[in-house]
């Protein structure tokens, strides 16, 4: 198939699927709505949270894990929002129900997404946490949610050639492949235009792979610099070993060294456990 009878299919799936991918769980946009409102009390939080069993679960679940738990465990969803605090909350219960979109039904798209999905979740959590290296710390979910959705290009064209299998037949992972590098971050930004989310976004999605980093410009290079440490660690990718983060102009930007990058690493490599847990639990 040419790339153009490509564009055409993609731009065809556009409307039908863009309003089919399970992003933006309703529980996740209540969250976020009481997390904007100042007078929301706990009781309101815990109560939208506990509308959805499973979510309730993965939220206890990750309260519990190596990188957020306490001294004592957490065993109510008033305790785990107590120790996350709400816009941590609203972020994990974001990532969790958006892990539901990145299960493909058949070869090389199953795959392929388990891969994105990896790579998703860890440039989300690498994006907070060079935030708040970066001494962004108020703005270090903004972060997360950047990362988590800067590549939702990606999966919308995976998750449309899947759907559209039978009218283009089996296309190599070449070919899909090409059609992601190609159409992922136009197609990514008018996802998070129509879904009414933040400009921020946006433009993380549409422009996070232009060849230069505008100074200053702190929350894209989080995200560009999490790209560079997934493909050198080879995070759903081949790994890049070769790649020298702290000589990057994201590092300059966050005014990050090589030890605390080093540290971002192993951290990655810790997460990557989380990440499959979160998508084969949802």
Not at 4 to 24: C, D, G, I, M, N
Not at 110 to 129: I, N, P
Request: aromatic content about 6%.
């Amino acid at each position: 198939m040419e790339d153009r009878s490509l564009v055409e299919l993609l731009e065809e799936q556009f409307t039908a699927l863009s309003s089919k991918l399970p992003v933006f769980h309703p529980v996740a946009l209540e969250l976020e709505r009481l997390k904007n409102d100042g007078r929301a009390g706990m009781d309101k939080v815990v109560s939208a949270i506990e509308k959805d069993p499973m979510l309730s679960a993965q939220i206890l679940r990750l309260a519990n894990s190596a990188l957020y738990r306490g001294l004592t465990k957490a065993e109510t969803i008033s305790r785990a929002v107590m120790r996350l605090g709400m816009k941590r909350v609203v972020s994990l219960a974001f990532a969790a129900s958006q892990s539901l979109a990145y299960r493909g039904e058949r070869q090389p798209y199953r795959e392929m997404l388990k891969a994105l999905w990896s790579r998703t979740y860890l440039s989300a959590c690498g994006a907070r946490w060079l935030a708040e290296r970066a001494g962004q710390s108020e703005r270090a979910e903004e972060a997360f949610l950047a990362g988590l959705f800067h590549d939702l290009g990606e999966l919308f064209v995976l998750r449309a050639l899947e759907s559209a299998s039978t009218e283009t037949g089996e296309l190599t992972q070449t070919v899909i492949e090409e059609a992601v590098a190609a159409l992922h971050s136009a197609l990514g930004a008018r996802l998070l235009l129509q879904w009414n989310l933040p400009e921020e976004y946006v433009r993380i999605a549409r422009d996070h792979h232009q060849e230069t980093l505008a100074e200053g410009d702190w929350l894209m290079a989080c995200v560009r610099l999490m790209d560079l440490a997934c493909s050198k660690l080879g995070i759903g990718q081949q790994p890049q070993p070769e790649l020298t983060l702290a000589a990057t102009p994201e590092a300059e930007t966050l005014g990050l060294k090589a030890i605390a990058l080093a540290e971002l690493e192993v951290m990655l490599e810790d997460l990557a456990a989380e990440a499959t847990s979160l998508s084969t639990a949802s």
